[in-house]
């Protein structure tokens, strides 16, 4: 590999592999860090077969000062951070290893780009975890409200992104934030640390019993994972954009999710319903406005699509 084009964390998770994917297939050079904590290198199959000499895997922990070094050895022109810990009850059990990973862990990957002045810096944020339970007349959520994080999750990405700005202000060091709707698709771990669209795709498979927390009318808003792999492509090419919502605008209730996925899979079983867990918030979904003015991005991924693609992939896999 003679020059780096992009270097991505968490490129052995679910978006973070297909990101790859899509940077390989652009004829860029993409070496992938990755402590494989919840990645696997399965995800990574495709990128090894087409990469070649453009692919490379380095096994490191984001919480090391090996990943600030390595960063700025390898002079990339973008860096793509998705390593996170992603699970918002793990923050809640956890707060302290939350904030290891996603607020130290993003210090790092920030230093190594920083002390070689990468081009472009683009965060996985979460739109859900940032906005909290607000108002329901502010539906879908704007950028513009006042963010609200109820868990240490939430919170340590609302701090990435304004570590993400100070850097900006400070160094010059050009960064976007992209907050994430509940994004799901082909290589989502159904056994991890997974969107309700995974889990209920392997339990409707798997013919076992589906569990939903509370009335299932908790609603959330569901975006299909190459729209948003789509967006970080647009996102490394504009300049000086702080943060937009990566979402669909449209809310949609786990009981409809549950009830759609399973009629596409012909499964007439009932979810068994359990109380409503600590930290979840009652309704959300990302105004996409912005996106589509600044980045030129929209989501083309209907629902009803995106689960048929996606319950197609669990089949096979």
């Not at 600030?68 to 793990?90: G, M, N, S, Y």
């Not at 304004?162 to 992209?178: F, I, K, R």
């Not at 937009?244 to 999710?257: A, F, K, P, Q, Y």
């Amino acid at each position: 590999m003679k020059e780096t084009n992009a270097v991505v964390t968490g490129g052995a998770g679910f978006i973070g592999s297909l990101l790859v994917d899509r940077l390989l297939a652009d004829g860029k050079s993409v070496v992938v860090i990755d402590d494989l904590s919840t990645g696997n290198l399965s995800n990574l199959e495709r990128a090894r077969e087409q990469g070649g000499n453009n692919f490379k895997f380095e096994s490191l922990d984001v919480r090391s000062a090996v990943t600030t070094e390595l960063i700025a050895d390898l002079k990339p022109e973008a860096v793509f951070h998705l390593a996170a810990q992603v699970d918002l009850r793990h923050s809640v059990d956890d707060p302290l290893l939350d904030a290891e990973i996603n607020i130290l862990g993003t210090l790092r990957v920030l230093e190594g780009a920083r002390r070689c002045a990468t081009k472009k810096v683009v965060v996985a944020a979460s739109g859900g975890t940032l906005y909290g339970d607000q108002e329901h007349t502010h539906l879908p959520f704007k950028e513009s409200l006042e963010p609200k994080p109820q868990s240490p999750y939430g919170i340590s990405k609302a701090t990435t992104m304004s570590y993400l700005s100070a850097y900006q202000e400070l160094y010059g060091l050009d960064g976007t934030a992209l907050a994430l709707a509940n994004v799901y698709g082909p290589r989502q771990d159904p056994h991890g640390e997974a969107g309700v669209v995974a889990i209920f795709a392997g339990q409707l498979l798997e013919k076992t019993e589906s569990t939903i927390f509370g009335t299932g009318e908790q609603t959330r808003d569901f975006v299909y994972v190459q729209d948003v792999v789509e967006a970080f492509i647009k996102a490394s090419e504009v300049e000086k954009m702080d943060f937009c919502n990566i979402g669909t605008g449209i809310e949609t209730s786990v009981n409809e999710l549950y009830e759609t996925m399973a009629s596409l899979l012909n499964n007439a079983s009932e979810p068994n319903y359990l109380p409503s867990r600590s930290g979840e918030i009652e309704r959300s979904a990302l105004d996409p406005t912005y996106a589509q003015s600044s980045l030129g991005w929209v989501s083309t991924t209907s629902l009803s699509d995106g689960l048929s693609k996606t319950i197609e992939w669990f089949k096979e896999n």
